[in-house]
């Protein structure tokens, strides 16, 4: 336990620091090895509970248990409106949970408690209502053939079946929803293997599920590492869709591994998502914008800008303006209340982020850190800029995944010039632009390779619309019916009529 203990209720410090077990098949049971991981405070670095480290053999289990979930009992059989219904009353109960998620989300990825309530909860309750309404609206359509004679031809859309779903620690609680709200509404039945960092929203949300009323096999968790359970499950031969979010790297491993049965993949990847700030562009909007977009979630964020082009014009008020923004942050545990700025997620982590500052400086750049008082202990960082940063440095190139930001001046005018540096990355998930031109912004949007892009705003996401990468960034398209489809399979039918 660490020091901030006092500052959960004594519901959340219950659930957190007791004994968890994996849900496989409505039981909650200890990894067939008997492992277990340590869970971490990242406020401290004081472990504070520990789970089971399921691996390839657990996963066999969980996948069993799926399987007959999907293939049989009440799940198989439910109208869709009920599971709809179901979804929907999760929904609820969360809401209705909202302190106790936001300080376990706090507690166990160390984000500032307040964003847990006010950001995270909220997203997580909004897919799951968002989705709950697609349960009972999915349909096939009826096709006139195009060649002559009388058919009757028709497609039915099924659900794909049982799926692995493999998510990130940077949003626990959000990026399950993301990937269970669609594949419930689907009728599939689903193994979860959320991080080894920060199990303990899925684990909580394992509970409700149980206590709203889905069926037993219809939701198995199993907590444990990557290269173990998370592995094993993308390379199941029984699983018949892998869904992942996280980095790039272990994306690539997992469309590898999925190839052994051509199970179905969808990817949501790293990102090097530019912020383009145009003459024109409101700076009271703009700075405290790009402040944001890199420092929330302390940049541990996919689609986080890490990289600033300013045009020269108000490139020195850019910089100084973020510089003042970063002076306005509280660093400190999540769950003290007025944080805004929280610990990053691990030791390890802290090094990797400490390490590519370094390599900026190493490479030429300037660092500019903020100065906010450190906590003791901890994995904190302060949030720094990196002026200067050319676009062939490693800074500018890879995903670090902290906050951390790239500026660097333009003084192109043609829409094209700009357009090209901010696409030369191997990624494309996300961009924004600040401008005040109607034409500018949309030009220029149809100019950024990215699946989206922000027109003076970042980071604002909504179920109803398409959420995804494009180049090295992923696969496949969250939200909106998108998701939907991700999770179902389309069958043809077709009938002469004479
Ligand atoms: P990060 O580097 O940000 O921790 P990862 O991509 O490593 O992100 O992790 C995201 C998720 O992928 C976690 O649940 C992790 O356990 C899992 N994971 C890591 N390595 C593998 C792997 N080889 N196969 C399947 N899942 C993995």
Known sequence: MGCYDTLLSPQVASFAFGAHGMLIGGRWQSAQSSKTIDVFDPATGRKFTEVPAGDAADVDLAVRAARRAFADGPWATMPAAERGRLIWQLADRIEELVDEFAQLE??????????????????????????????GKINGE???LSQRGEYH????????????????????LVM?????????????????????QTPMTALRLGHLMAEVGFPDGVLNIVTGYGETAGAALAAH???????????????????????QNLKQVSLELGGKSPVIVFPDADLDRAIPGAAAAIFFNQGQTCTAGSRLFAHRTVYEKLVEGIHSEIGKMVMGPGLEAGTTLGPLISAEHLDRVNGYIEIGRREGATIVSGTLPRPRGGYFVNPTII??????????REEIFGPVLCVTAFDDDEL????????????????????????????????????????NTHNHFDPALAFGGMKQSGWGRESGFHAVELYSSVKAVLAPLN
């Open 176 to 196: 399950a929803a993301y990937k269970l709200a669609p594949a419930l509404a689907a009728g599939c039945t689903i193994i979860l293997k959320p991080a080894e």
């Open 237 to 259: 031969g029984d699983v018949d869709k892998i869904a992942f979010t996280g980095s790039t790297e272990v994306g690539k491993a997992i469309a590898r591994a999925a190839t």
């Open 387 to 396: 002026v200067g940063a050319a676009p062939d440095m490693r800074v500018s």
């Open 416 to 455: 094209d010039a700009i357009a090209m540096k901010a696409n030369a990355t191997e990624f494309g998930l996300a961009a924004s632009l600040w401008t005040r031109d109607l034409s500018t912004a949309h030009r220029m949007a149809a100019r950024i390779d990215a699946g989206t892009v922000w027109i």
């Open 106 to 135: 706090s507690l166990d990825n160390g984000k500032p408690v307040q964003q847990a309530k006010a950001v995270d909860v909220p997203e997580a309750v909004a897919r799951f209502r968002y989705m709950a309404g697609w349960a």
């Open 142 to 144: 009826t096709v006139g």
């Open 153 to 172: 031809a028709y497609t039915l859309r099924r659900p794909i079946g049982v799926v692995g779903q493999i998510i990130p620690w940077n949003f626990p």
